[in-house]
């Protein structure tokens, strides 16, 4: 039989392959690949959008899988915004900072512990300051234990099904053709994988783990100091009507300025294109002896105030902090030029730290990305609002805000129940709640009560996992109704049973062998959830191609898409610790690589006993 039998399924190859190498070449955002996927999927016929047929795609949209996964994102919220979390990280930071080794090992036993239960990029987001203000002011190295964290974070998510979307994702799937995974069902599989990272990276680990230099501690922050300035323009200043070009202040060389405001309101317009008027309030950038050299007009190669006609108002200090750019920020994909960023923010970006490298010249032009680590230098008060903005996560200290505190007995409540409902129901009594509406009623539950108000749980919601899990449903969908899955099924087993020195009863083994690895491998290159979603019909497919169950298959999948360790990109914890540990990309295949290989071994030993064919 020839592999594609009509023109649906060439058409459905040929997007696979375009739509997997749009992944990797990042042409466009994730989100916009999966779902521009499955509209190419409806345009051509292979699904539909007519109500009631079976290929309808509009069904991705009433998916459990977003559904819950959404839904899981706003309890993690609420968890945040009652300081739950942050309750535990100042209890981390508490009992931690004692040596390196306690440290390490109370960090990855409370991140996995919670990554478990809460989404994983709230908890790493919320320990990675505490992390960093331990290590500077401890003298660690911040680069031995932000790996660790990530890892702990995604390891930690393989215990419970909803403990990452990609668990989500494949148990949706595969809950259409056979008996739903219950909560718990993985638990053992994942509390293996737990303890086996944790061992590792205490021992072999933690010697691979490298001593990388943080952006921050490139500048020493008492011999660098500076402070901020500012003054007014006065009347019968000659700086009036000049432009900042054509003026003296664009010769100073101790000081410069980093902002004009007219009328108390910010000028946008970059330096070059300002001309001053009387009133304009300027500040000013320098170290002390500059700044006083205007203010008292001492000569340290600066032009006093009387000759540029400044009258001086205040000098406040300016702070050194660490940001990272989230996967929400609006300042991705834009450069420093463009967003004009001293006049829009009133504060300086000293250095940028990329792909391993810190970038302290000529990085203006530079397209900001997701996991950009910026080295960020203003007045207090400004870098503070500059932080409240969902375009950067402050790496410098924890973050601050006022917490419902006394609503955090409720999150707890709908938690505990979402585990104790999930983990015992149909038995001693407890109703049998499918997982997506469980997740449905603690969401509503925590907005019910206010632990989070309606708009904090829309802003909570990564939209563009939403929208990719929903796209990549899509094509999987198209896969299993084409008739392509089941013919690359056939052609998978085909090629295993043709090896003729293998044992028949061996060959399953391979196969999970294999389906675990590859999605392991793919999970490095592209999201693990669409990696989820690809393979998880095609591991159904195989598993009734061979005759055997397909339940151990499907949870191959789930584990070797979610533990990605070897490459930054492969999850987003991964991609925060990247840049704020000033890692390079080869560290995380150095550290990640054996454990990747074991856990690998692991599984393939594991499942069959646990899910036997």
């Known amino acids: 039989m020839d592999f594609f039998e009509n023109g649906q399924q060439i058409f459905l190859a040929i997007l696979m392959v375009v739509v997997f190498v749009a992944f990797v070449k990042e042409w466009l955002s994730a989100e916009l690949v999966a779902i521009g996927g499955l509209v190419a999927c409806v345009f051509s016929g292979v699904l539909?959008?007519?109500?009631?047929?079976?290929?309808?795609?509009?069904?991705?949209?009433?998916?459990?899988?977003?559904?819950?996964?959404?839904?899981?994102?706003?309890?993690?919220?609420?968890?945040?915004?009652t300081g739950v979390i942050e309750s535990l990280?100042?209890?981390?930071?508490?009992?931690?900072?004692?040596?390196?080794?306690?440290?390490?090992?109370?960090?990855?036993?409370?991140?996995?512990?919670?990554?478990?239960?809460?989404?994983?990029?709230?908890?790493?987001?919320?320990?990675?300051?505490?992390?960093?203000?331990i290590c500077r002011r401890k003298n660690y190295k911040a680069s031995r234990f932000l790996i660790p964290l990530s890892y702990a974070a995604v390891v930690g998510g393989t215990v419970t099904v909803i403990g990452t979307s990609t668990n989500l994702v494949a148990a949706g799937i595969a809950n259409k053709v056979m008996d739903p995974?219950?909560?718990?069902?993985?638990?053992?599989?994942?509390?293996?994988?737990?303890?086996i990272t944790f061992i590792y990276l205490v021992t072999i680990g933690r010697k691979l783990l490298p001593d990388r230099t943080t952006l921050a501690a490139l500048i020493d922050n008492e011999t660098s100091r500076e402070f901020i300035t500012h003054a007014f323009v006065k009347e019968d200043s000659p700086l009036s009507g000049?432009?900042?070009?054509?003026?003296?202040?664009?010769?100073?060389?101790?000081?410069?300025v980093i902002?004009?405001?007219?009328?108390?309101?910010?000028?946008?317009?970059?330096l070059p294109q300002i001309r001053f008027e009387a009133g304009d309030e300027i500040v000013f950038k320098g170290d002390i002896q500059a700044l006083m050299g205007i203010k008292d007009k001492a000569d340290v190669d600066v032009r006093g105030e009387e000759k540029l006609g400044l009258e001086d108002i205040r000098t406040e200090s300016a702070v050194l902090m660490e940001g990272i750019l989230g996967p929400e920020s609006s300042l991705a994909g834009k450069n420093l030029k463009e967003l004009n960023f001293r006049q829009r923010f009133g504060v300086l970006i000293l250095a940028v730290h990329r792909k391993g490298e810190n970038l302290r010249e000529r990085f203006e032009d530079e397209r900001l990305r997701f996991g950009d680590t910026l080295l960020v230098q203003g007045p207090a008060e400004k870098m503070r609002r500059l932080f409240q903005q969902k375009d950067f996560i402050n790496l410098?200290?924890?973050?601050?805000?006022?917490?419902?505190?006394?609503?955090?007995?409720?999150?707890?409540?709908?938690?505990?129940?979402?585990?104790?409902?999930?983990?015992?129901?149909?038995?001693f009594g407890i109703p049998a709640v499918p997982t997506v509406l469980l997740a449905m009623c603690c969401a509503f539950g925590v907005l019910v009560t206010r632990c989070l108000d309606p708009h904090e749980a829309f802003q909570a919601i990564e939209w563009k996992v939403v929208f990719m899990i929903c796209g990549m449903l899509g094509l999987g969908m198209a896969m299993s109704q084409s008739g392509l899955a089941e013919n690359t099924a056939k052609a998978v087993v085909g090629m295993v049973d043709s090896i003729g020195f293998v044992d028949a009863g061996l060959k399953p083994y391979i196969m999970?062998?294999?389906?675990?690895?590859?999605?392991?491998?793919?999970?490095?290159?592209?999201?693990?959830?669409?990696?989820?979603?690809?393979?998880?019909?095609?591991?159904?497919?195989v598993g009734l191609q061979m005759g055997v169950d397909a339940r151990p298959f499907v949870v191959s999948v789930m584990f070797g898409a979610s533990a990605s360790f070897s490459t930054p990109?492969?999850?987003?914890?991964?991609?925060?610790?990247?840049?704020?540990?000033?890692?390079?990309?080869?560290?995380?295949?150095?550290?990640?690589?054996?454990?990747?290989?074991?856990?690998?071994?692991?599984?393939?030993?594991?499942i069959p006993m646990l899910w036997p064919f």
């Open 569 to 606: 990109i492969g999850y987003q914890t991964n991609t925060f610790v990247y840049g704020a540990g000033g890692y390079k990309f080869g560290d995380f295949f150095k550290v990640g690589f054996p454990l990747s290989i074991i856990l690998w071994l692991t599984a393939s030993i594991l």
């Open 242 to 256: 000049q432009l900042f070009p054509e003026s003296d202040l664009a010769g100073l060389k101790k000081a410069r």
């Open 181 to 195: 995974f219950t909560m718990f069902e993985i638990t053992p599989l994942g509390i293996t994988f737990v303890v």
């Open 48 to 81: 539909s959008v007519t109500p009631g047929a079976e290929n309808n795609a509009l069904q991705v949209f009433a998916h459990p899988a977003p559904i819950t996964v959404a839904c899981m994102f706003i309890l993690s919220a609420a968890l945040d915004r």
């Open 259 to 270: 902002e004009v405001r007219r009328d108390g309101i910010r000028l946008q317009d970059p």
């Open 89 to 133: 990280g100042n209890w981390f930071e508490r009992v931690a900072g004692k040596s390196p080794m306690r440290m390490l090992v109370v960090m990855l036993v409370l991140v996995s512990s919670l990554s478990g239960f809460v989404n994983n990029t709230p908890v790493v987001v919320v320990f990675m300051p505490i992390v960093l203000g």
């Open 396 to 427: 410098s200290e924890p973050k601050h805000q006022v917490s419902r505190t006394h609503k955090a007995p409720f999150v707890l409540l709908a938690l505990a129940a979402f585990i104790v409902i999930g983990a015992l129901g149909g038995n």
């Open 512 to 541: 999970l062998a294999a389906f675990y690895l590859l999605s392991n491998i793919l999970t490095e290159m592209i999201s693990n959830n669409a990696v989820a979603a690809l393979l998880t019909p095609l591991a159904i497919f």
